[in-house]
């Protein structure tokens, strides 16, 4: 199979699962076989800043008869915002990028410890408890510190903990170091990559950036937006859907499957074979893995 012929993948596609390399709650080989369990048949694999689950993802999608878009979920920062650009087909040994995702896991590190000690001044939770509930390299984020109070018996599940101690109104949040988002979008694009900001419409404090923000993304390389996803608001989706019509975007839908970690299910949200292709043939830096 030679990359850009991409008429041998077949949908349903899934373009956004996390495995226990950042902060889903299975290893990539496992994801791979809830997405086929749910009647994907084409995926990705976005970890947070890390690449390293795809080799084994890709082994097991094949095995399965599956096709493997390699991808990452990167960490920016537009104000006060989280924004996460999704990354596919990239080369992951591009020099700026692989310094960039260091950068950025390196601070959640710092971060995450600083957000454990002052939850530690009120509730019964040691750094010790957190690296408990990571394996060595994994991307550490909030819901390890979310897995780390249900061990401790503070809550019962991750959302019980978003919604309470981990939640920015409840004074432990700390931001971690993120780059700009035009930054993130060129350098998957300088990659050989297709950016897309993942779930660009959410409500709250992450809130969707504003609309001539998206003109300027767009000038940097940005190749689509995360329509269908759980999280976009409806009022959101319209507006997302008047950017995409006029810069002719690539528009995708996904699950952010993180296993045990959140109820999204595989396949909730699905992206277009139309789509699917449109990402294949655009990519330069890697080739997917096909059965
Ligand atoms: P962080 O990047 O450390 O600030 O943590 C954000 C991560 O937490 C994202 O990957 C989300 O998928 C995850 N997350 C956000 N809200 C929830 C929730 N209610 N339950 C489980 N995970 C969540
Ligand atoms: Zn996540
Ligand atoms: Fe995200
Ligand atoms: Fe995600």
Redesign the pocket.
């Known amino acids: 199979m030679t990359q850009g012929e991409h008429s041998t993948f077949s949908g349903p596609s899934d373009l956004h699962l996390?495995s226990n390399h950042?902060?889903g709650t299975e290893s990539p080989a496992e994801v791979v076989r809830a997405a086929f369990a749910h009647g994907i048949r084409t995926m990705a694999l976005t970890d947070?800043d890390r690449t390293t689950g795809w080799t084994e993802a890709g082994d097991e999608a094949v095995a399965l008869g599956m096709t493997f878009v390699p991808g990452i979920?990167f960490?920016s920062r537009h104000d006060w915002r989280?924004v996460?650009v999704l990354g596919y087909l990239f080369d992951p040994s591009d020099s700026a990028l692989v310094a960039e995702t260091e950068r950025i896991r390196t601070d959640?590190v710092g971060?995450?410890e600083r957000i454990v000690r002052s939850i530690g001044r009120d509730y019964d939770l040691t750094w010790d408890d957190v690296l408990g509930q990571t394996t060595p390299d994994a991307?550490?984020?909030?819901?390890?510190?979310?897995d780390a109070l249900i061990a401790r018996g503070i809550v019962h599940?991750?959302?019980e903990?978003?919604?309470g101690i981990?939640h920015p109104r409840a004074g432990y949040?700390e931001?971690?170091y993120a780059p700009d988002p035009l930054t993130v979008v060129r350098l998957i694009t300088d990659a050989g990559g297709v950016a897309v900001i993942a779930h660009p419409a959410t409500s709250g404090r992450d809130r969707m950036m504003p609309v001539a923000f998206f003109d300027q993304l767009v000038d940097a390389g940005l190749a689509g937006l995360e329509i269908d996803h759980r999280e976009n608001t409806a009022d959101g989706r319209r507006m997302l859907r008047e950017i995409a019509a006029r810069h002719d975007l690539i528009v995708t839908g996904s699950s952010?499957y993180?296993g045990a970690?959140?109820?999204n299910r595989p396949g909730e949200n699905t992206t277009s074979d139309e789509m699917v292709a449109r990402i294949i043939a655009r990519a330069a830096g890697s080739s997917p893995r096909f059965p």
Do not use: M, N, Q, W
């Open positions: 996390h950042s902060d947070h979920e960490s989280s996460h959640r971060r995450a991307t550490v984020g909030r819901p390890h510190i979310a599940d991750r959302t903990a978003f919604d981990l949040y931001p971690h952010d993180h970690g959140k109820p």
